[in-house]
């Protein structure tokens, strides 16, 4: 059903920087905030990035977001093992009532 | 600190009605608005619908009328049902609040998740 486009695994030493990219359309990211969920396996989803590049407070400076046209990123500099997990993108979609659209997902591993 | 407590039944029969309950804890009720979010399995995170502190909600198109979102602030909580349920229905279902409506603002609390098995 998703219709933002999320590559389905990415992985970093280290200490390395990745970016996870969001692909979306004039009806959702174009016209809406993006926000950027961090989830492990049998645990609750954590919000790391809200309207598109806002880090909520208590979050580490690591996580950037940005946003640009129907697109966009995530980037996290100086990986850690403990990033390891489930990366969502999400944004609002204004086609017919409206709702929440969650990207495909990311697997990220920490190698 | 705001906590939410997830109840319900887990495991349903085809056609049956899942329901389950988020309680608020340690936080206001009013002024927010509050979510439910699956996960099937294998699959990822899927928002079903959302309520406003006075009651309005908003539904994902996809699941087609079959759920309903209420709210009993006399309890400080909101509740899911869905109906008529499948295989397809089963997963890990979230309860969760946002500071402001959907299309705007994030899900930044989060229940502990329950987990809804469908099976005859």
């Known amino acids: 059903q998703s219709v933002l486009t999320q590559p389905p695994s990415a992985s970093g030493t280290p200490g390395q920087s990745v970016t996870i990219s969001c692909s979306g359309s004039s009806s959702n990211i174009g016209s809406n905030h993006v926000h950027w969920y961090h989830h492990l396996p049998g645990t609750a989803p954590k919000v790391l990035i809200y309207?598109?590049?806002q880090r909520p407070s208590g979050v580490s400076d690591r996580f950037s977001g940005s946003k640009s046209g129907a697109s966009a990123s995530l980037h996290i500099r100086g990986l850690r093992s403990e990033d390891e997990g489930d990366y969502y993108c999400?944004?609002?979609?204004?086609?017919?009532?409206?709702?929440?659209?969650f990207g495909e997902g990311t697997k990220l591993t920490v190698l | 600190q705001v906590q939410l407590h997830q109840g319900g039944a887990g495991l349903l029969q085809p056609s049956e009605t899942l329901s389950l309950i988020c309680g608020v804890n340690g936080g206001a009720f009013s002024g927010f608005y509050w979510s439910w979010i699956r996960q099937s399995p294998g699959k990822g995170l899927e928002w079903i619908g959302q309520?406003?502190?006075?009651?309005?909600?908003t539904y994902n198109p996809s699941l087609r009328g079959r759920v309903i979102i209420s709210i009993d602030t006399s309890k400080n909580q909101f509740s899911l049902k869905v109906n008529s349920v499948t295989a397809a229905d089963r997963g890990v279902y979230y309860c969760?609040?946002?500071?402001?409506?959907?299309?705007?603002?994030?899900?930044?609390?989060w229940g502990q998740g329950t987990t809804v098995a469908v099976s005859s």
């Open positions: 969760s609040r946002s500071s402001g409506p959907a299309f705007n603002y994030p899900m930044d609390v």
């Open positions: 309520i406003t502190h006075v009651g309005y909600a």
């Open positions: 309207k598109s590049s």
């Open positions: 999400a944004a609002w979609d204004d086609r017919l009532t409206g709702h929440v659209l």
